[in-house]
């Protein structure tokens, strides 16, 4: 394995290039991986901004992947080399007080390919604590809807299920439909509930519908009071409402636009230093804010029985499919919005 073709980040925000790297080696207590499929998200636009602190340059992005083990360190028990295997995004440590309570998602001492070390956007990719982190890839998924289940999927999955507490018959709104945003919305479907989509996009909005929502709201078209709009259709406020862009707008009005007793979830990630919140209604409401941030690997076979049963479609937010020489690109059109669906990268893909 000489020559590794990778993404490489050389300066924040300029034009990331194509080129060989060095072979990835397995870490202690990882893998290699060969990289079938990779999606590309808008935490990679912010890791090519330089929004992340934890990055060093030159630095290879990607963390939504999926692809064949090729190496095994020899302290991993459970895996072999041929495995099809997926990551969340964030790998644990399988050691802290948190990943002992089995709450990997915010492990104290977590990695995060393509953040913490070099990822995805690459032949191959070094994955650490194997045993912690891997998931089994089923034969009948294709690669490429498994690289949109580390990241979006999944996190739409714990913040609708388990952080949310979805019931069926409640109406839950989602502000922002990208591919966490619809991921939520199919989800939130899947389980009975009633879906309010937010958007400014009508292809966003036109996905959203497509996959089950009730009531499509475009915030321009409601005079900016989108909060307002969702009191409006579903009686008096959601039930469950989650910001799955992430901005001090949809923040507030996803607050603003809950009932009494209303859940807001926050998928979306936000700037340090926090936004303004509208704290008079969450007292006087009793309402409750939550956060979620991923989903551990132990979690998935709940997500995938579903997507096995067709109750979950992953496959159908999947966009565009390019190679890798289109990534670069790619990653820089972010700064106009996010296209329609999820972008996935095949590294192995001919130009
Ligand atoms: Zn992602
Ligand atoms: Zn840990």
Redesign the pocket.
């Known amino acids: 394995m000489v020559g590794v073709r990778a993404v490489v980040v050389e300066r924040f925000g300029e034009a990331a290039e194509v080129r060989e790297v060095g072979d990835p080696g397995a870490p202690p207590g990882g893998v290699v991986v060969r990289v079938a499929a990779t999606g590309l998200c808008r935490s990679d636009w912010h890791g090519w901004m330089g929004h992340d602190d934890g990055i060093t340059l030159p630095h290879v992005p990607g963390h939504e992947l999926a692809g064949e083990i090729v190496a095994v360190d020899a302290a991993v028990r459970d895996w072999r080399v041929g495995a099809r295997v997926t990551v969340p995004f964030v790998c ?5 007080a ?2 002992a309570r089995g709450d ?1 998602q915010v ?4 990695q995060q390919p393509g953040f913490t070390h070099w990822g995805s956007f690459a032949e191959y990719v070094a994955l650490h604590r194997a045993d912690t982190n891997l998931v089994a890839v089923p034969d009948d998924m294709s690669y490429v809807t498994a690289a949109s289940l580390g990241c979006r999927f999944a996190t739409a999955y714990r913040a609708v299920v388990a952080q949310g507490g979805v019931r069926p018959g409640e109406w839950v709104a989602v502000h922002g439909c990208g591919g966490v945003g619809l991921s939520a919305v199919m989800v939130a479907v899947a389980g009975g509930a009633r879906v309010v989509a937010v958007d400014t996009a009508p292809g966003a909005l036109e996905l959203a519908r497509r996959f089950g929502a009730a009531v499509c709201v475009d915030p321009a078209a409601v005079g900016g009071d989108t909060a307002g709009a969702v009191r409006a259709a579903t009686g008096g406020g959601a039930h469950l409402s989650l910001d799955a862009l992430g901005s001090a707008v949809t923040c507030a009005a996803s607050v603003a636009g809950l009932r009494a007793r209303g859940r807001h979830v926050q998928v979306g990630l936000l700037p340090a230093g926090g936004v303004a919140v509208p704290m008079d209604r969450v007292v006087a409401l009793e309402l409750e804010l939550l956060g979620s941030h991923g989903m551990a690997a132990h979690a998935y076979p709940e997500l995938m029985r579903q997507v096995a049963a067709g109750a979950l479609r992953p496959d159908l937010l999947v966009g565009a499919v390019i190679g890798l020489d289109a990534a670069p690109a790619a990653l820089a059109a972010l700064s106009g919005g996010s296209p329609a669906g999820i972008t996935v990268i095949e590294p192995g893909r001919a130009a």
């Open positions: 644990a440590c399988g050691r802290c948190a990943c990997q492990c104290e001492r977590q």
